[in-house]
């Protein structure tokens, strides 16, 4: 789910406006970008002016799917997600941050009066992991517990640093460990950290760096992205040894 970048929003369609009576009801698909708080909640930048968005207004209850099967041969054997929640408007500056940080185009637009911010209280989920391997998902299950308070106020600083000094780790973290291509234009800035892992993007394209552990303080994110920094220089293609530079000892 963290490394979507898109969904497919179904919300209920409102069926007395005179452009859609009978309809009420109606399962109503639509495409939206996503980005999440630090505990996995969705976040949806949305017009009034939107279908959707009035749907909203009317019945807060939406679905989303996250697809995770691009670029497979038979992709009923890749894996999905289907979210179940509640839309809310959020004024949280930190929502609306973590969004445009990952979807920096959105800052052309998120200005304007008719677009907010809303954020997805979710109840349940529906895992499609492959074939035969499906099974429902309560909260607890998906979600983390609670935002990392001293995480969530580092953040901002730790992305600027990432992205001043580190221009070559977080390639390595997007080519070695994501497994993204060595080949674009451009360079990979991070975009995001939480407890889980790390958002990498470079122009339209998003990678994602799971930890190996919960990540809850700054200095803890440091010990995680210089080693993350080491593991990748040891597995580059071309590398001679397994020796830390300075950068990795002082992250």
């Known amino acids: 789910m963290r490394g979507a970048g898109l969904a497919a929003l179904s919300t209920a369609l409102r069926g007395d406006d005179g452009q859609h009576d009978g309809r009420g009801g109606w399962p109503y698909p639509s495409l939206v970008q996503v980005a999440f708080d630090l505990d996995g909640t969705p976040l949806l930048l949305l017009s009034t002016l939107a279908d959707h968005t009035k749907n909203i207004a009317r019945d807060p209850r939406v679905g989303l799917l996250f697809d995770g099967t691009a670029g497979l041969a038979e992709p009923l054997s890749g894996p999905r997600l289907s979210v179940l929640g509640r839309a809310e408007r959020s004024?949280?500056?930190?929502?609306?941050?973590?969004?445009?940080?990952?979807?920096p185009g959105a800052g052309l637009y998120a200005g304007f009066?008719?677009?907010?911010?809303?954020?997805?209280?979710?109840?349940?989920?529906?895992?499609?992991?492959?074939?035969?391997?499906?099974?429902w998902l309560d909260r607890a299950e998906l979600m983390l517990p609670a935002i990392p308070m001293a995480l969530a106020e580092a953040e901002k600083a730790i992305l600027s640093h990432m992205n001043a000094d580190h221009a070559d780790a977080l390639r390595l973290y997007?080519?070695?460990?994501?497994?993204?291509?060595?080949?674009?234009?451009?360079?990979?800035?991070?975009?995001?950290?939480?407890?889980?892992?790390?958002?990498?993007?470079?122009?339209?394209?998003?990678?994602?760096?799971?930890f190996d552990h919960g990540v809850e303080n700054p200095e803890d994110a440091r010990v995680t992205l210089a080693g993350l920094a080491r593991q990748a220089r040891r597995s580059a293609p071309g590398a001679a040894d397994g020796s830390v530079d300075s950068d990795d000892r002082d992250g």
């Not at 209280?121 to 074939?131: I, N, Q, W, Y």
């Not at 950290?193 to 760096?209: Q, T, Y």
Request: proline fraction near 3%; charged fraction near 30%.
């Open 91 to 103: 004024e949280e500056p930190r929502h609306r941050a973590r969004f445009l940080a990952r979807h």
């Open 174 to 210: 997007a080519t070695v460990l994501a497994g993204r291509s060595a080949d674009g234009a451009g360079s990979w800035t991070m975009t995001g950290i939480d407890p889980d892992g790390c958002d990498l993007r470079r122009s339209g394209e998003m990678a994602r760096v799971d």
């Open 113 to 135: 009066a008719d677009f907010s911010l809303y954020a997805v209280s979710v109840e349940r989920a529906h895992l499609v992991a492959g074939f035969g391997r499906v099974r």
